[in-house]
């Protein structure tokens, strides 16, 4: 449990940190919180020459308002969300998932970007920004771009992010006001990834689903999210019938695999009571 | 006496003896971060060892060349066993009978085994040398199912003793067999099942864990080359067997040895054997001229030092219609790994597991275990219970509320008309165990009327009706245990480690101004030992306990004695330590008399003061005493005021306990919530009521763990799936339920101050009252018994088959 010796940068702007992974190439490799990469790193699964952390750029923290949209800077760490007063009456779903995520030590020093952006399917995240429409912020040599969150994941720690690239800040459209939304994971303890987790976002209209988005987080190669289960569910009152064709949509398309959380079969279905209960939750809160 | 002067009673208290709630002293320096733990250890010239592991679960070793990890900067020495057979180290005894590789010699036959061991100026630069040193494999068939390693065709795991017959406990049937041990009557058995009304018949399985202490396995070994001795600092809860066997492995005379256990981060078993990292350790401080330490990493911890438990039980009721047993048989495989590494008094290869009879008044009883290797770690320690006690009482448990099942009996019920009744104490069990004391009826009794058990029952029972209306996917299931522990190991015509008896000591020494140190055989690891022996010696002695030193640990000073495991340091070195106090007394008493110019029998005992019969305001303190046996003994007496008792208890001890949980299950998600759990112990005479809940609370938790969600887990091709925290089971407090406490006390009848021993108990008795509440929900359905443990998948699927998911 001893990493191999690394050259250890802590460059003070974006633009230095991507001079630098430039430079270092394929020995170079960007740290955030490192919840993922020095635990690699001390089982010698990864060995980088050089760690550009990333924790030193001010440019990269923050939450903000843009218009309809909030920004959050890849940095800002999981504390600081459950903490952030503008995303607590905004995007409520964040709270209670960044409260589900690891436990209170890591979420000090675990980032938001570090939690997106590493392709992890066990991470939480990723399956929310999916279900939420977010995009994210990516500069590279080529300088900056825009990548959708349900384009963004290509298989396990495989996503769009081309070598040297920094992700900067993820995009948030705020829901509609009124929304629903429930984050409901699955875990054995504290600090455990989801045996498989469920987000719902929202909104209803006369006792019916206006709209509706669902993510699915660790139950196959990439989070999922579940768009033939929402259209199911559009223009229902979440009557048990409809609800229970679009949990069997959901469990379609999860392909998760067998660990100690359990066998595949197990983790599917599990994959379909959490979306249940999500969308139970999410409705009771929706106003409308 | 005038009005200024305290009564008794102030004065006892003042002492903070027995029976007192006393702060543990111990935690002074433990919160404030000031522990010495192994390593705290730092020597000038120290060098650092690392051990390269085998990938495989079986594979012979073609090739093995170090050279490009000897060149890395740094490293001063790599050893491998070619390099350890030149000093004939290659193999090690094991504490059961058996030999071990110290480094794999030839093949590997458990994954992580330990390969070659670097020695380097750093952490840093060892454990890069370890990733250089090149080691080929040639794979070979594995083997990790105990129930088929004695196949026709299974993999040879023990090439080395294949010609052998005979093993350590008599005849081997198979090339992977250790032992057959047998306890009980068997004909006297057979027959009563031949004419029992009711039988029931179980597979139960407790599965491989590991007894995961916070801190590691590590050393520091130091070989002085001039004087020729060896200075070996380590986490020992068994320093002077480590000195003895060290000796014996070494040839190093053992007066040449110094074993010292500095402060010990939780054992639980895992820290009482012998570890290739430790003799590696050793030897490359006696080839390098310099001290060495090696730490193991949680990986290293989990997967390759001391799993317990993995035994495969076959069990038997026999019964009266209504509900008397009358016989019990059991019939078990247990797997110990690659090598019998187990730790056991050694005539005992299955341990005291014929305690399987358990509470009960069973009129015959029999049991067969068969030892067989496979190619997983060697350990089978007594993971916070004495020698396989908690797989005995897990099993009979488990078969208990099988066949009160089957009876249509419930659970408490038919356990009080069965269990032992309080004048049938001393009490010989079928299996010939002579069980000291007790008053079981009145702890279960005590345990329902506290959990007001009837209540639980009914609303059980309205709620599985609600279940079964579609209602709530919710059931509720209601465990009860009855446990005896055997601890206190031992008495020596019964128990020895390697020939050395399984006696304990205590020397004390008063100080002339009246304080003093107490040295003891035995090894805290966090049971609160400086607290509580000086407990003990307040009230023997009538000095306060602030003014009593307790020391273990250093083998230079503290005399011989077997450790801390199996429940026995109270037993036996509690013992010891009253016994040496009494020794002290009678000294006193005599100089109290000389000085009183009365008869010794003329005196009297009064908390802290030896006192003149009729005429109270006559007396002489322990510490005025204390200083008179440095100045002023009657002639012919020996000066000072210090004893020694090595304590050969004439039995074990029986604690015992009775405990109830609650749990709500989510059938859907196989979630189980632990509603509530009540524990019940009796452990005698109560040293110190904070440290024994302490110790309750601790072996709950742990027992929590193990029932709920722990498993040292192979896959087919012998890798080790639960090597991290990410995936074995460790609760941490937002997991662990609440605890109730609760007590009894019958002391021990044998016992110089009438204590049991506690520590364990929880472990042994929680592990079977979680399981019983989770197979009690189901029970109703139709299921007798769910293999532990009872995480969520594992649950889930058994409402599954029982077709609860609709």
């Given at each position: 449990?001893?990493?191999?010796?690394?050259?250890?940068?802590?460059?003070?702007?974006?633009?230095?940190?991507?001079?630098?992974?430039?430079?270092?190439?394929?020995?170079?490799?960007?740290?955030?919180?490192?919840?993922?990469?020095?635990?690699?790193?001390?089982?010698?699964?990864?060995?980088?020459?050089?760690?550009?952390?990333?924790?030193?750029?001010?440019?990269?923290?923050?939450?903000?308002?843009?218009?309809?949209?909030?920004?959050?800077?890849?940095?800002?760490?999981?504390?600081?969300?459950?903490?952030?007063?503008?995303?607590?009456?905004?995007?409520?779903?964040?709270?209670?998932?960044?409260?589900?995520?690891?436990?209170?030590?890591?979420?000090?020093?675990?980032?938001?970007?570090?939690?997106?952006?590493?392709?992890?399917?066990?991470?939480?995240?990723?399956?929310?920004?999916?279900?939420?429409?977010?995009?994210?912020?990516?500069?590279?040599?080529?300088?900056?771009?825009?990548?959708?969150?349900?384009?963004?994941?290509?298989?396990?720690?495989?996503?769009?992010?081309?070598?040297?690239?920094?992700?900067?800040?993820?995009?948030?459209?705020?829901?509609?006001?009124?929304?629903?939304?429930?984050?409901?994971?699955?875990?054995?303890?504290?600090?455990?990834?989801?045996?498989?987790?469920?987000?719902?976002?929202?909104?209803?209209?006369?006792?019916?689903?206006?709209?509706?988005?669902?993510?699915?987080?660790?139950?196959?190669?990439?989070?999922?999210?579940?768009?033939?289960?929402?259209?199911?569910?559009?223009?229902?009152?979440?009557?048990?019938?409809?609800?229970?064709?679009?949990?069997?949509?959901?469990?379609?398309?999860?392909?998760?695999?067998?660990?100690?959380?359990?066998?595949?079969?197990?983790?599917?279905?599990?994959?379909?009571?959490?979306?249940?209960?999500?969308?139970?939750?999410?409705?009771?809160?929706?106003?409308? | 006496?005038?009005?200024?002067?305290?009564?008794?009673?102030?004065?006892?208290?003042?002492?903070?003896?027995?029976?007192?709630?006393?702060?543990?002293?111990?935690?002074?320096?433990?919160?404030?971060?000031?522990?010495?733990?192994?390593?705290?250890?730092?020597?000038?010239?120290?060098?650092?060892?690392?051990?390269?592991?085998?990938?495989?679960?079986?594979?012979?070793?073609?090739?093995?060349?170090?050279?490009?990890?000897?060149?890395?900067?740094?490293?001063?020495?790599?050893?491998?066993?070619?390099?350890?057979?030149?000093?004939?180290?290659?193999?090690?005894?094991?504490?059961?009978?058996?030999?071990?590789?110290?480094?794999?010699?030839?093949?590997?036959?458990?994954?992580?085994?330990?390969?070659?061991?670097?020695?380097?100026?750093?952490?840093?630069?060892?454990?890069?040398?370890?990733?250089?040193?090149?080691?080929?494999?040639?794979?070979?068939?594995?083997?990790?199912?105990?129930?088929?390693?004695?196949?026709?065709?299974?993999?040879?795991?023990?090439?080395?003793?294949?010609?052998?017959?005979?093993?350590?406990?008599?005849?081997?049937?198979?090339?992977?067999?250790?032992?057959?041990?047998?306890?009980?009557?068997?004909?006297?058995?057979?027959?009563?099942?031949?004419?029992?009304?009711?039988?029931?018949?179980?597979?139960?399985?407790?599965?491989?864990?590991?007894?995961?202490?916070?801190?590691?396995?590590?050393?520091?070994?130091?070989?002085?080359?001039?004087?020729?001795?060896?200075?070996?600092?380590?986490?020992?809860?068994?320093?002077?067997?480590?000195?003895?066997?060290?000796?014996?492995?070494?040839?190093?005379?053992?007066?040449?040895?110094?074993?010292?256990?500095?402060?010990?981060?939780?054992?639980?078993?895992?820290?009482?054997?012998?570890?290739?990292?430790?003799?590696?350790?050793?030897?490359?401080?006696?080839?390098?001229?310099?001290?060495?330490?090696?730490?193991?990493?949680?990986?290293?911890?989990?997967?390759?030092?001391?799993?317990?438990?993995?035994?495969?039980?076959?069990?038997?009721?026999?019964?009266?219609?209504?509900?008397?047993?009358?016989?019990?048989?059991?019939?078990?495989?247990?797997?110990?790994?690659?090598?019998?590494?187990?730790?056991?008094?050694?005539?005992?290869?299955?341990?005291?597991?014929?305690?399987?009879?358990?509470?009960?008044?069973?009129?015959?009883?029999?049991?067969?275990?068969?030892?067989?290797?496979?190619?997983?770690?060697?350990?089978?320690?007594?993971?916070?219970?004495?020698?396989?006690?908690?797989?005995?009482?897990?099993?009979?448990?488990?078969?208990?509320?099988?066949?009160?099942?089957?009876?249509?009996?419930?659970?408490?019920?038919?356990?009080?008309?069965?269990?032992?009744?309080?004048?049938q104490f001393p009490y010989t069990s079928a299996f010939g165990?002579?069980?000291?004391?007790g008053d079981y009826q009145t702890a279960l009794k005590k345990?329902?009327?506290?959990?007001?058990?009837?209540?639980?029952?009914?609303?059980?029972?309205?709620?599985?009706?609600?279940?079964?209306?579609?209602?709530?996917?919710?059931?509720?299931?209601?465990?009860?245990?009855?446990?005896?522990?055997?601890?206190?190991?031992?008495?020596?015509?019964?128990?020895?480690?390697?020939?050395?008896?399984?006696?304990?000591?205590?020397?004390?020494?008063?100080?002339?101004?009246?304080?003093?140190?107490?040295?003891?055989?035995?090894?805290?690891?966090?049971?609160?030992?400086?607290?509580?022996?000086?407990?003990?010696?307040?009230?023997?002695?009538?000095?306060?306990?602030?003014?009593?030193?307790?020391?273990?640990?250093?083998?230079?000073?503290?005399?011989?004695?077997?450790?801390?495991?199996?429940?026995?340091?109270?037993?036996?070195?509690?013992?010891?330590?009253?016994?040496?106090?009494?020794?002290?007394?009678?000294?006193?008493?005599?100089?109290?008399?000389?000085?009183?110019?009365?008869?010794?029998?003329?005196?009297?005992?009064?908390?802290?003061?030896?006192?003149?019969?009729?005429?109270?305001?006559?007396?002489?303190?322990?510490?005025?005493?204390?200083?008179?046996?440095?100045?002023?003994?009657?002639?012919?007496?020996?000066?000072?005021?210090?004893?020694?008792n090595y304590y050969d208890p004439p039995n074990f001890t029986?604690?015992?306990?009775?405990?109830?949980?609650?749990?709500?299950?989510?059938?859907?998600?196989?979630?189980?919530?632990?509603?509530?759990?009540?524990?019940?112990?009796?452990?005698?005479?109560?040293?110190?009521?904070?440290?024994?809940?302490?110790?309750?609370?601790?072996?709950?938790?742990?027992?929590?763990?193990?029932?709920?969600?722990?498993?040292?887990?192979?896959?087919?091709?012998?890798?080790?799936?639960?090597?991290?925290?990410?995936?074995?089971?460790?609760?941490?407090?937002?997991?662990?339920?609440?605890?109730?406490?609760?007590?009894?006390?019958?002391?021990?009848?044998?016992?110089?101050?009438?204590?049991?021993?506690?520590?364990?108990?929880?472990?042994?008795?929680?592990?079977?009252?979680?399981?019983?509440?989770?197979?009690?929900?189901?029970?109703?359905?139709?299921?007798?018994?769910?293999?532990?443990?009872?995480?969520?998948?594992?649950?889930?699927?058994?409402?599954?088959?029982?077709?609860?998911?609709?």
């Amino acid at each position: 449990m001893i990493p191999g010796s690394f050259e250890y940068h802590r460059p003070s702007s974006v633009q230095e940190a991507i001079g630098l992974l430039a430079k270092l190439g394929d020995d170079g490799r960007a740290i955030a919180g490192g919840h993922t990469l020095i635990p690699m790193m001390k089982l010698r699964l990864a060995t980088p020459a050089h760690l550009v952390d990333l924790s030193g750029i001010a440019d990269l923290k923050g939450i903000r308002a843009d218009g309809s949209d909030i920004v959050i800077g890849a940095m800002t760490t999981q504390h600081e969300l459950i903490g952030s007063d503008l995303l607590a009456s905004n995007i409520p779903i964040l709270r209670e998932t960044s409260l589900q995520v690891a436990d209170p030590q890591v979420r000090y020093v675990g980032t938001l970007g570090g939690n997106v952006a590493n392709g992890d399917p066990g991470n939480d995240m990723p399956a929310v920004m999916m279900c939420l429409g977010a995009s994210y912020h990516v500069m590279g040599k080529g300088g900056e771009r825009r990548v959708a969150a349900r384009e963004f994941y290509q298989g396990a720690y495989f996503t769009a992010l081309e070598d040297g690239d920094v992700l900067t800040a993820i995009r948030i459209p705020v829901p509609p006001a009124g929304h629903g939304y429930a984050y409901e994971k699955l875990k054995r303890k504290i600090g455990d990834y989801a045996t498989a987790a469920a987000a719902v976002v929202l909104t209803m209209s006369g006792g019916k689903v206006a709209d509706c988005s669902i993510g699915l987080t660790n139950v196959a190669e990439t989070p999922l999210w579940a768009e033939e289960a929402a259209k199911i569910l559009n223009g229902s009152s979440l009557d048990a019938a409809t609800v229970k064709r679009a949990v069997a949509a959901a469990e379609a398309i999860t392909a998760p695999a067998a660990d100690a959380r359990g066998p595949a079969a197990y983790r599917t279905k599990m994959a379909g009571v959490m979306l249940a209960r999500a969308l139970a939750r999410a409705k009771s809160k929706a106003r409308g | 006496m005038n009005d200024m002067t305290p009564s008794s009673a102030e004065r006892a208290a003042k002492l903070e003896g027995m029976g007192c709630k006393r702060k543990r002293v111990e935690d002074i320096r433990f919160v404030q971060g000031k522990g010495n733990y192994v390593d705290d250890v730092k020597l000038p010239g120290m060098l650092y060892g690392d051990l390269v592991r085998s990938p495989h679960g079986h594979a012979r070793i073609t090739r093995l060349d170090t050279t490009k990890a000897a060149a890395v900067p740094g490293v001063v020495a790599v050893l491998t066993a070619d390099v350890l057979k030149t000093v004939n180290l290659a193999w090690m005894p094991t504490l059961a009978g058996d030999v071990q590789m110290v480094l794999a010699d030839g093949k590997v036959l458990f994954q992580n085994q330990e390969v070659a061991f670097v020695v380097a100026e750093s952490r840093e630069a060892a454990a890069d040398a370890v990733g250089l040193v090149e080691v080929e494999y040639d794979p070979l068939p594995v083997n990790v199912d105990p129930l088929k390693a004695m196949a026709p065709d299974a993999p040879m795991i023990r090439e080395d003793i294949k010609d052998k017959t005979e093993g350590a406990h008599g005849k081997r049937k198979h090339y992977n067999h250790i032992f057959s041990w047998q306890a009980g009557d068997k004909a006297a058995t057979d027959a009563a099942f031949e004419k029992a009304d009711v039988k029931i018949k179980e597979f139960i399985v407790y599965p491989r864990v590991h007894p995961c202490p916070l801190e590691t396995c590590q050393c520091v070994a130091s070989f002085d080359k001039i004087k020729g001795e060896l200075t070996l600092w380590g986490t020992f809860q068994a320093p002077h067997v480590i000195r003895t066997v060290g000796s014996l492995i070494s040839k190093i005379p053992e007066h040449k040895i110094h074993v010292i256990a500095p402060d010990i981060g939780g054992g639980f078993g895992n820290k009482v054997g012998a570890y290739s990292g430790y003799i590696c350790s050793i030897v490359a401080s006696i080839v390098t001229g310099r001290p060495v330490k090696w730490t193991e990493d949680r990986i290293e911890n989990l997967s390759t030092t001391a799993f317990a438990r993995d035994f495969h039980m076959d069990v038997e009721i026999a019964c009266t219609k209504d509900g008397k047993v009358t016989g019990l048989r059991c019939y078990t495989i247990a797997d110990h790994g690659a090598f019998d590494a187990c730790a056991n008094a050694t005539k005992w290869p299955a341990g005291l597991f014929s305690i399987i009879s358990g509470s009960y008044d069973f009129p015959a009883a029999y049991c067969l275990v068969d030892g067989v290797y496979t190619n997983k770690a060697p350990g089978g320690v007594a993971y916070r219970c004495s020698f396989r006690v908690t797989e005995a009482a897990y099993c009979i448990e488990r078969a208990m509320d099988i066949m009160a099942q089957k009876l249509g009996m419930d659970a408490a019920e038919f356990r009080m008309k069965n269990l032992i009744r309080r004048e049938q104490f001393p009490y010989t069990s079928a299996f010939g165990w002579q069980y000291d004391s007790g008053d079981y009826q009145t702890a279960l009794k005590k345990a329902m009327e506290a959990t007001n058990y009837k209540r639980l029952r009914d609303e059980q029972k309205a709620k599985r009706e609600a279940f079964r209306r579609g209602e709530t996917r919710e059931l509720m299931g209601i465990g009860v245990a009855f446990f005896t522990e055997i601890v206190g190991a031992g008495p020596s015509r019964a128990c020895d480690i390697l020939g050395i008896a399984m006696f304990d000591s205590a020397e004390i020494r008063i100080h002339p101004t009246g304080s003093g140190i107490c040295r003891l055989g035995t090894k805290s690891q966090g049971q609160g030992h400086e607290t509580t022996y000086a407990q003990i010696i307040a009230t023997e002695l009538g000095l306060p306990a602030d003014t009593i030193t307790v020391e273990e640990g250093n083998t230079d000073t503290a005399p011989y004695g077997l450790g801390t495991y199996g429940s026995r340091s109270t037993p036996v070195s509690g013992a010891a330590t009253a016994m040496a106090c009494r020794k002290i007394k009678a000294k006193a008493q005599m100089i109290a008399a000389y000085m009183l110019e009365v008869h010794d029998d003329d005196l009297e005992w009064d908390v802290d003061r030896f006192r003149v019969k009729g005429n109270p305001e006559r007396f002489k303190t322990m510490t005025e005493l204390a200083w008179a046996a440095y100045h002023e003994v009657p002639p012919g007496m020996e000066p000072g005021l210090e004893a020694i008792n090595y304590y050969d208890p004439p039995n074990f001890t029986f604690p015992y306990g009775a405990y109830i949980c609650v749990v709500d299950i989510d059938v859907d998600t196989g979630m189980v919530k632990v509603r509530r759990f009540y524990a019940l112990d009796d452990c005698g005479t109560r040293i110190n009521p904070m440290i024994i809940e302490g110790q309750i609370h601790g072996g709950l938790t742990e027992a929590f763990g193990i029932a709920m969600g722990q498993e040292i887990h192979y896959d087919p091709d012998g890798n080790v799936t639960t090597a991290s925290f990410m995936d074995y089971f460790l609760p941490t407090a937002v997991e662990t339920p609440h605890w109730e406490t609760d007590w009894t006390e019958v002391p021990s009848p044998h016992h110089p101050i009438g204590a049991k021993g506690v520590g364990e108990s929880p472990n042994v008795g929680g592990v079977p009252c979680f399981s019983n509440a989770v197979n009690d929900a189901f029970s109703f359905f139709g299921s007798t018994h769910i293999q532990m443990p009872h995480d969520h998948w594992r649950v889930w699927t058994a409402a599954e088959e029982l077709g609860l998911h609709g």
